[in-house]
């Protein structure tokens, strides 16, 4: 019997940490011999053909196999080894900081031949007639003298900011003097937590496919999902197999030729993004170096085009130990070692928040404090659903059938679970930034939709809120200086946009949302339309041999 589900994955100390599905709780390993598991992980986030792939890899089984396949459109598998001799290695308490520290389990060299994209790495234990099997995924790119027109960038900064494999991650954790809490350091050397990899069909999204019914308790299924099942409840947050799996499948199905990186990437190669016509950022992408935004804002100036289809674009990270470490404060930025250095600029926070002081609309066009959440739990929990478009004559319009007043993606449910925004005005109906917030007059907002940082309570009788007021607050102490009535009030309200702007010499198209790719999941045909425009006018034109425009 294979098991994918309950079991080793959720420890029984994990568990009985957790009162309730809103409690903390980890994946991790069972350090018990007597316990059938497998986990394992890749040294690099990303590859190249001819590149060599490490796999470290820990059972408590005598023997394992490695199965890897291609997951695109259609699951190709394209490698396989069974046989291999398995050894349960010691796993550090710290391993989410320190990382796990695993010998080499397995090697193999990339095929010439293997096409761009995500693999799936599965690994299968057995004792007797019982089978367990866990994931990890790497990304592959194409080899530098052939170059497709798109590239995807997984927001693997995300990825890692809410991996809890080993029992910790930027949210919570069992660091600190009490074993409770988050950490601000995070190692990239562990496996992905269960569920970022690979996920069952029917496995519920963020969003709730229908509203709230008024007088009834709020609830998170996705988490009493993962709870049940054995699965990270930050899956739905992040991981290549809730989102950028499905726009890379979407994007094969339609025809277009895209290579896969990591955004890990740009911090050590600025100069990646220059191969290629467009640049597309998907889903969740929360956690940034100051490095990969520069690679991207210098790749825009000279003449390159952004396509986000992605939202809540909020913390600056560094990225240390050549790559296998990332730092994020976050919250208690003010613990940062950079605080009050020559490099305080660096200090690991919000975007928009001293000492860092650089919006994310100078780069995207919108802002990740003018959101954040819609649609999730009582947190605009009987919105719409989607973006009200208002200037439906835009080219990324075209042919999508949309009016002035449209809800976009509405059935979908594509506007949530995290928005980016902007502070705006309106005149005669259409809007416009004010540019208090760093943006500038050129953005052109095209739709929009509402937004909050407080999670209404309607005082139903055994509800508990998830979101609370916790991010208002953060607001109101950094924007205002001080937690009142009035600056809670004022933190209360946000937006999520789509937005267009031809910036120096290059194009940026943001859809600020992290559900964008709902759309493409439910075949929502005008965010089809949208997406294929976008993806035709910022790619066309271009030799994928030399690796420019026409």
Same mark, same amino acid.
């Given at each position: 019997?294979?098991?994918?589900?309950?079991?080793?994955?959720?420890?029984?100390?994990?568990?009985?940490?957790?009162?309730?599905?809103?409690?903390?709780?980890?994946?991790?390993?069972?350090?018990?011999?007597?316990?059938?598991?497998?986990?394992?992980?890749?040294?690099?986030?990303?590859?190249?053909?001819?590149?060599?792939?490490?796999?470290?890899?820990?059972?408590?089984?005598?023997?394992?196999?490695?199965?890897?396949?291609?997951?695109?459109?259609?699951?190709?598998?394209?490698?396989?080894?069974?046989?291999?001799?398995?050894?349960?290695?010691?796993?550090?308490?710290?391993?989410?900081?320190?990382?796990?520290?695993?010998?080499?389990?397995?090697?193999?060299?990339?095929?010439?031949?293997?096409?761009?994209?995500?693999?799936?790495?599965?690994?299968?234990?057995?004792?007797?007639?019982?089978?367990?099997?866990?994931?990890?995924?790497?990304?592959?790119?194409?080899?530098?003298?052939?170059?497709?027109?798109?590239?995807?960038?997984?927001?693997?900064?995300?990825?890692?900011?809410?991996?809890?494999?080993?029992?910790?991650?930027?949210?919570?954790?069992?660091?600190?003097?009490?074993?409770?809490?988050?950490?601000?350091?995070?190692?990239?050397?562990?496996?992905?937590?269960?569920?970022?990899?690979?996920?069952?069909?029917?496995?519920?999204?963020?969003?709730?496919?229908?509203?709230?019914?008024?007088?009834?308790?709020?609830?998170?299924?996705?988490?009493?999902?993962?709870?049940?099942?054995?699965?990270?409840?930050?899956?739905?947050?992040?991981?290549?197999?809730?989102?950028?799996?499905?726009?890379?499948?979407?994007?094969?199905?339609?025809?277009?030729?895209?290579?896969?990186?990591?955004?890990?990437?740009?911090?050590?190669?600025?100069?990646?993004?220059?191969?290629?016509?467009?640049?597309?950022?998907?889903?969740?992408?929360? *956690?940034?170096?100051?490095?990969? %935004? $520069? +690679?991207?804002?210098?790749?825009?100036?000279?003449? #390159?085009?952004?396509? !986000? =289809?992605?939202?809540?674009?909020?913390?600056?990270?560094?990225?240390?130990?050549?790559?296998?470490?990332?730092?994020?404060?976050?919250?208690?930025?003010?613990?940062?070692?950079?605080?009050?250095?020559?490099?305080?600029?660096?200090?690991?926070?919000?975007?928009?928040?001293?000492?860092?002081?650089?919006?994310?609309?100078?780069?995207?066009?919108?802002?990740?404090?003018?959101?954040?959440?819609?649609?999730?739990?009582?947190?605009?929990?009987?919105?719409?659903?989607?973006?009200?478009?208002?200037?439906?004559?835009?080219?990324?319009?075209?042919?999508?059938?949309?009016? *002035?007043?449209?809800?976009?993606? %509405? $059935? +979908?449910?594509?506007?949530?679970?995290?928005?980016? #925004?902007?502070?705006? !005005? =309106?005149?005669?109906?259409?809007?416009?930034?004010?540019?208090?917030?760093?943006?500038?007059?050129?953005?052109?907002?095209?739709?929009?939709?509402?937004?909050?940082?407080?999670?209404?309570?309607?005082?139903?009788?055994?509800?508990?809120?998830?979101?609370?007021?916790?991010?208002?607050?953060?607001?109101?102490?950094?924007?205002?200086?001080?937690?009142?009535?009035?600056?809670?009030?004022?933190?209360?309200?946000?937006?999520?946009?789509?937005?267009?702007?031809?910036?120096?010499?290059?194009?940026?198209?943001?859809?600020?949302?992290?559900?964008?790719?709902?759309?493409?999941?439910?075949?929502?045909?005008?965010?089809?339309?949208?997406?294929?425009?976008?993806?035709?006018?910022?790619?066309?034109?271009?030799?994928?041999?030399?690796?420019?425009?026409?």
């Amino acid at each position: 019997m294979t098991q994918d589900g309950p079991g080793p994955a959720i420890t029984p100390r994990s568990r009985a940490r957790a009162r309730h599905i809103l409690d903390h709780y980890y994946i991790g390993p069972a350090r018990d011999d007597a316990v059938l598991e497998i986990w394992g992980y890749t040294s690099e986030m990303s590859y190249v053909p001819g590149d060599r792939v490490a796999l470290h890899v820990s059972t408590t089984a005598s023997e394992w196999e490695v199965e890897i396949g291609r997951d695109g459109l259609v699951y190709q598998e394209v490698h396989r080894r069974s046989g291999l001799p398995g050894q349960h290695h010691e796993t550090p308490e710290d391993c989410s900081v320190s990382g796990c520290n695993w010998p080499v389990g397995y090697e193999f060299t990339i095929p010439e031949d293997w096409a761009p994209g995500g693999y799936l790495v599965t690994l299968r234990a057995r004792r007797g007639e019982d089978v367990v099997e866990e994931h990890h995924v790497f990304l592959l790119r194409s080899a530098a003298d052939i170059t497709p027109p798109y590239v995807m960038v997984c927001a693997t900064g995300t990825w890692l900011a809410y991996n809890c494999w080993g029992g910790s991650n930027h949210y919570e954790g069992i660091t600190g003097p009490d074993g409770n809490a988050f950490s601000p350091v995070l190692s990239t050397q562990r496996p992905w937590t269960r569920g970022f990899c690979k996920l069952p069909k029917g496995a519920p999204r963020a969003l709730k496919k229908e509203p709230p019914v008024p007088g009834e308790m709020v609830r998170y299924p996705y988490m009493e999902w993962a709870y049940a099942y054995g699965y990270s409840k930050k899956y739905a947050s992040a991981g290549w197999a809730s989102y950028e799996r499905h726009f890379a499948r979407w994007a094969e199905g339609e025809g277009y030729e895209f290579d896969v990186i990591a955004l890990h990437d740009l911090h050590t190669d600025p100069d990646l993004l220059k191969r290629y016509a467009c640049a597309v950022f998907v889903g969740h992408d929360e *956690y940034w170096s100051a490095e990969m %935004r $520069d +690679a991207v804002d210098g790749y825009v100036k000279g003449g #390159g085009k952004v396509a !986000r =289809f992605a939202g809540n674009f909020l913390w600056q990270t560094r990225i240390e130990d050549q790559g296998r470490r990332q730092v994020c404060y976050k919250y208690i930025a003010d613990q940062d070692p950079l605080m009050g250095t020559t490099d305080q600029h660096l200090v690991s926070g919000a975007w928009e928040v001293a000492p860092v002081d650089r919006p994310g609309a100078l780069t995207f066009g919108v802002n990740a404090l003018r959101g954040v959440y819609a649609g999730l739990g009582n947190c605009v929990g009987g919105g719409a659903g989607g973006f009200t478009v208002y200037r439906p004559e835009h080219w990324a319009f075209d042919g999508a059938n949309v009016g *002035y007043g449209d809800v976009l993606g %509405r $059935d +979908a449910r594509i506007f949530g679970y995290e928005v980016d #925004g902007l502070d705006f !005005r =309106f005149e005669d109906g259409l809007p416009y930034p004010t540019c208090s917030d760093g943006a500038v007059p050129e953005i052109n907002i095209l739709a929009m939709g509402l937004a909050t940082n407080i999670e209404d309570n309607h005082g139903v009788w055994g509800e508990t809120l998830y979101i609370g007021s916790a991010d208002a607050a953060f607001k109101a102490q950094v924007l205002h200086g001080e937690v009142t009535e009035e600056t809670l009030d004022a933190c209360q309200r946000g937006n999520g946009m789509i937005i267009s702007w031809t910036r120096d010499k290059g194009e940026v198209f943001t859809a600020a949302t992290c559900e964008w790719v709902a759309g493409l999941i439910h075949g929502d045909p005008q965010v089809e339309q949208i997406t294929r425009n976008v993806l035709d006018r910022f790619g066309g034109g271009f030799d994928g041999v030399s690796g420019s425009s026409q």
